[in-house]
């Protein structure tokens, strides 16, 4: 796989994981203003992801190149994610689904090595900005690996407020003590 088509496939994905977040918030909205605020926060949070995959694009691209090959991520699989996100794209558009099921679907999401890849392009981002001498870029970065935990945390805060089933706030909280 070459940068380029790295950076494309983790654009796909946020930009998937965005429209299923806000698809989340137009069918449990009704439950409660709050949880359609929650799944608004969310799907906004992927777009700046996917945003920010853009910009890392544009740095790595000057840096070293768009075809230059990416050896480090071999072991992921790229097509166990994409079937688990059509799964949950599904799951949603058949339309009756439950808050736990939705937190579920975003707890898996948000544990999936779809994460590896969006982090590892962030460590490649930050070689391009140090490569550029761009320090004034690093703040960016660091902002984002900050975000990255708020987001996490967000999931796990709704997850203990509005769920049900105590073994999905126990994996909530799993996948936090990961992301630590």
């Known amino acids: 796989m070459t940068l380029g088509e790295l950076f494309d496939l983790c654009q796909d994905i946020e930009l998937r994981q ?38 890392g694009r544009s740095v790595c691209v000057d840096a070293f190149g768009i075809d230059a090959p990416v050896t480090e991520l ?13 799964a949950h794209e ?3 558009e058949n339309g009756e689904i439950s808050l736990d099921e939705a937190f579920a679907i975003a707890i898996a999401i948000e544990g999936s090595e779809a994460d590896a890849i969006y982090m590892y392009l962030l460590s490649i981002m930050r070689k391009a900005i140090e490569q550029g001498d761009q320090p ?13 935990v708020s987001h996490v945390d967000g999931l796990v ?24």
């Not at 203003?33 to 906004?44: H, K, L, P």
């Not at 997850?159 to 992301?179: M, P, S, V, W």
């Open 90 to 92: 599904q799951k949603v």
């Open 18 to 55: 965005a429209k299923l977040y806000a698809s989340l918030s137009l069918h449990l909205g009704s439950v409660d203003e709050r949880i359609a605020r929650f799944w608004e926060q969310m799907s906004t949070e992927e777009w700046q992801h996917y945003i920010l995959v853009d910009f």
């Open 157 to 180: 805060k709704a997850t203990q407020k509005f769920a049900k089933d105590n073994d999905l706030i126990r994996k909530a909280h799993r996948l936090k003590a990961e992301h630590g």
């Open 136 to 148: 004034y870029l690093i703040d960016r970065i660091v902002q984002v690996e900050k975000d990255m």
């Open 74 to 86: 071999s072991n992921i699989p790229v097509q166990q994610i994409t079937d688990a996100l059509n």
